[in-house]
């Protein structure tokens, strides 16, 4: 799967896409997350108590039909949002626009088998579809009426789908777990919170979006640069037929930076970085953006010279924001709880639950209930997952042993109730899916410290260096069945640390390759301070926020490859701006 924060480009495969993280470099000072403030109960919006009453009203009917419908649920997802994008020195597009999305889900059956129960290698059918784009009117007869549609037409297919799963479920494997409920019954959540609502003036972004992409036409290396800022207020409305009700909303703000250039030999070269915040108090103002866009800048131009890398296995130190990019795709993934039970999926820890899978100085939690860290903003917090249950901390692993998963309602063996995590992208169907992982450790030392661990390492290898790798951009796993279990992490910013007291030297055209259970257990130390990659992450259920945290970690033994280049070359002439004749002057 692909994070993506800088941009984070994450792929599960089976073959699943998974977008990247997009980072922050930020540095926690504080080691516990600080839950969300809870929001004070106000009275029901008019949506939520015409969505209750058209419920009742169906739900009266298809509960006595053949097949019953055992459980139905309506989601309303109310969408006001803002955008501005500049590209060297220019605008782009400045666009606002308000929406509304009406999704039902009519399971019919059982809790123990319902027309979403897998046959062998089939994966259940649509189920009448994701979903429409209704009114933003609060109109009563439209919204009713919208509902109606879809419960229909949702209603016909799973009731075809239970019909074939029925005459079927007794000669053909559904998974290669022990049987296990096709979906949990969960105690109900009735919640009202205030509605979230966001004023945005686009003017002054709109030259903000200007003046920090012409900042990079000072570089001739510099193809491409765009500067990206988006404001949104999400609004969401749940009822089930188990008597969960709710309403809750979030806004979120981000400013992303992005500038491509490219190496002699054809190589591509990116370097990204974003903003996060939901208090509109708390935006970067423009010194601290600039002073970004300097970074970023001085780091592609390196990397446009920096020589390439050759294969190589040898101790590695990656920063707290690669290693939580690492962790998110080593680790995360495989912790999601529908892989266990899917027989298409290599199921890595699906029999080690009680094993020892990482060194006893670390532990992993997930907790989406965490606003922030120390005071930096957590992009994988929500009150409640998009089934409808409260979100909750879950310890996945507890001094190296494998305790728990994310899991939806989809249960498994074992773990029968969702704790959760079932997440999805507006018009696609919830599964199991990270959202804050946080790595903690005991084994802490300095940043300083860690550096001379990698050193002694890289003597005691008797290598020649050993590799600090500052920054990831994404990558992807295999989580397949018939897929090699193998990882790809996309480095962008390595260096070669030299024994002999050399300074470091920056290359490029890595790929760190290997298997999850053997790399996470060569990890031997942390540093003592952690760092946040906050960024969305794609892959069956579709592009969700997220957040990693980690702090740097020494592993003896990493393998990188040569990155895929493309044969491109630079451009022929150089940029207008930067022609000698254009200037006056002779080439």
């Known amino acids: 799967m692909k994070l993506k924060s800088r941009i984070l480009l994450c792929t599960v495969v089976c073959f699943l896409p998974c977008a990247a993280m997009a980072p922050g470099r930020i540095f926690a000072g504080a080691r516990t997350p600080k839950p969300a403030q809870v929001a004070t109960p106000v009275a029901a919006s008019p949506p939520l108590a015409v969505m209750q009453q058209e419920l009742d009203r169906e739900m009266a009917i298809l509960g006595k039909a053949d097949p019953p419908a055992y459980f139905v649920s309506y989601t309303l997802t109310d969408s006001n949002r803002a955008n501005v994008s500049g590209s060297n020195g220019a605008l782009l597009s400045s666009q606002a626009n308000r929406s509304r999305w009406l999704e039902a889900q009519v399971r019919v059956g059982s809790y123990d088998l319902d027309n979403t129960h897998r046959i062998g290698n089939e994966r259940p059918g ?200 690492f962790f998110h795709e080593v680790f995360g993934h495989r912790s999601e709880g529908f892989r266990q039970k899917d027989i298409n999926e290599g199921q890595t820890f699906a029999r080690k639950v009680g094993e020892q899978i990482l060194p006893t100085f670390l532990s992993i939690v997930d907790d989406p209930t965490a606003a922030k860290l120390g005071s930096s903003v957590l992009l994988g917090h929500y009150p409640f997952d998009d089934e409808g249950v409260k979100a909750q901390r879950v310890t996945l692993v507890d001094r190296g042993v494998l ?12 773990f029968l109730k969702s704790n959760g995590h079932g997440r999805r992208q507006i ?46 951009a994404g990558g992807f796993t295999f989580t397949g069945r018939g897929q090699p279990q193998a990882f790809q992490v996309q480095p962008l910013v390595v260096y070669r640390v030299y024994p002999d007291g050399r300074p470091d030297e920056l290359v ?80």
Not at 437 to 459: G, P, Y
């Open 508 to 587: 490029r055209g890595v790929d760190i390759v290997g298997t999850p259970l053997v790399s996470l257990t060569k990890i031997v130390a942390t540093s003592d301070k952690t760092e946040i990659f906050n960024g969305y992450c794609g892959a069956e259920s579709g592009s969700v926020p997220v957040a990693a945290a980690a702090p740097a970690m020494l592993i003896t033994e990493m393998e990188v490859q040569k990155k895929e280049t493309s044969t491109d070359r630079p451009p022929i002439l150089p940029p207008p701006a930067h022609d000698p004749q254009t200037q006056g002057g002779r080439r």
């Open 126 to 325: 649509n189920s009448g579809g994701f979903g429409e784009a209704i009114s933003i009117d609060d109109d009563a007869g439209i919204l009713r009426r919208a509902m109606w549609r879809q419960t229909d037409a949702q209603y016909r297919a799973s009731s075809e789908d239970f019909i074939k799963i029925q005459t079927s479920k007794d000669v053909v494997a559904q998974s290669a777990e022990p049987r296990a409920p096709d979906f949990s019954s969960e105690q109900p959540n009735v919640f009202n919170g205030p509605t979230a609502s966001l004023t945005v003036d686009r003017r002054p972004w709109e030259e903000k979006t200007r003046q920090y992409t012409r900042f990079f036409r000072n570089s001739p290396m510099i193809l491409n640069s765009i500067a990206t800022f988006t404001a949104q207020a999400e609004n969401r409305y749940h009822v089930n037929s188990e008597g969960t009700r709710l309403q809750f909303g979030q806004v979120r703000y981000r400013l992303e930076l992005f500038i491509q250039g490219k190496a002699p030999d054809g190589m591509d070269i990116s370097r990204y970085y974003n903003f996060d915040w939901t208090d509109p108090s708390a935006q970067p103002d423009d010194k601290a953006v600039l002073a970004q866009c300097a970074v970023l800048q001085k780091e592609l131009e390196s990397l446009v010279e920096a020589p390439l890398v050759e294969p190589f296995a040898g101790p590695a130190l990656l920063t707290g924001r690669a290693a939580a990019v």
């Open 427 to 472: 018009g696609l169907l919830p599964v199991s899916r990270q959202g804050n992982l946080i790595i903690e450790s005991t084994r802490q030392v300095t940043n300083d410290e860690l550096r001379k661990m990698l050193i002694e390492e890289a003597r005691r290898q008797g290598k020649p260096f050993g590799l600090l790798i500052d920054d990831i």
């Open 403 to 414: 305790r728990n998963f994310e899991m939806s309602r989809q249960p498994l063996v074992g």
